[in-house]
DNA sequence: CTGCATCCCGCATGATACTG
DNA sequence: CAGTATCATGCGGGATGCAG
């Protein structure tokens, strides 16, 4: 009684929806500075201008434009403290610490294979 | 003769020398084409043209631009075969399986926290 | 301290065309 | 089919200033 022909799984136009959603979330979160800022909030809470020295070369801007996107799919809890002079902490979620266990990986991937990669390059630039 | 004064450990250099190399190869991978290329290039062999039609968007110069910077970090094996018309084929190396598995938990992130994602994004946008 | 807006530059990216 | 070169440009991202 289900199928007949062509006729497409009513659930397939989920499954594309869901498709492009994912990729368009895998590439906005494949980018060095969130991936950076993931990966230095570890289970601590910083504030903006902790994370601002320890991310290392962000800016000013790109680190508040990061963690508006963070914050906004729910990777990471803003905290405001209503004092003078502001205080904002900010922390990953369960879901960014489960992102941030993936960019773990990453990380230990590049520090077993630095040298690897390095002699590669050297390899590769010395053809030509 | 070698100075004195603050003198450092002699590894110190190596460690910052290997961090800043660390950093600039997690960038550099660290982007949308380049996993998304890792991650379409799974165990199998493909040709330029396979590879331009699976990666969806890419164009035909950020592909070739992404694999020779993958090629020249030894992470995909470049197969090039003496007939007309052309063919050269890309597949993993070991380092770059390894580093597929990664991007696989990313992925695997991505369809798991998926909804969870969408919601934090309709409440975000409802604020204002 | 934190956040937002504005201006501006340069690079990354895309489009196109040409070789082997 | 695969790769390179050239040109145009849009957007990322830095600097600065102002507000709360």
Redesign the interface.
């Known amino acids: 009684m289900v199928t007949k022909e062509t006729v497409r799984d009513p659930a397939d136009a989920d499954v594309t929806r869901?498709d492009s959603?994912?990729?368009e979330?895998?590439?906005g979160?494949?980018?060095?500075w969130t991936?950076l800022v993931i990966n230095v909030l570890e289970q601590r809470t910083l504030r903006f201008t902790e994370l601002r020295t320890e991310v290392?070369g962000i800016s000013h801007k790109m680190l508040t434009q990061t963690l508006r996107h963070l914050?906004?799919?729910?990777?990471v809890d803003r905290t405001v403290y209503a004092v003078v002079p502001p205080r904002v902490e900010y922390q990953l979620t369960e879901?960014g610490q489960?992102?941030r266990s993936?960019?773990n990986?990453?990380?230990a991937?590049?520090?077993?294979?630095?040298d690897?990669?390095?002699?590669?390059?050297l390899?590769?630039?010395s053809m030509s």
């Not at 914050?71 to 990777?75: A, F, I, S, T």
């Not at 991937?109 to 630095?114: D, E, G, I, P, S």
């Open positions: 869901a959603l994912a990729r979330i895998f590439a979160v494949a980018n060095k991936l290392d914050e906004r799919d729910g990777l879901a489960a992102l993936t960019v990986r990453m990380c991937w590049t520090r077993t294979y630095l690897h990669i390095e002699a590669a390059r390899r590769f630039d």
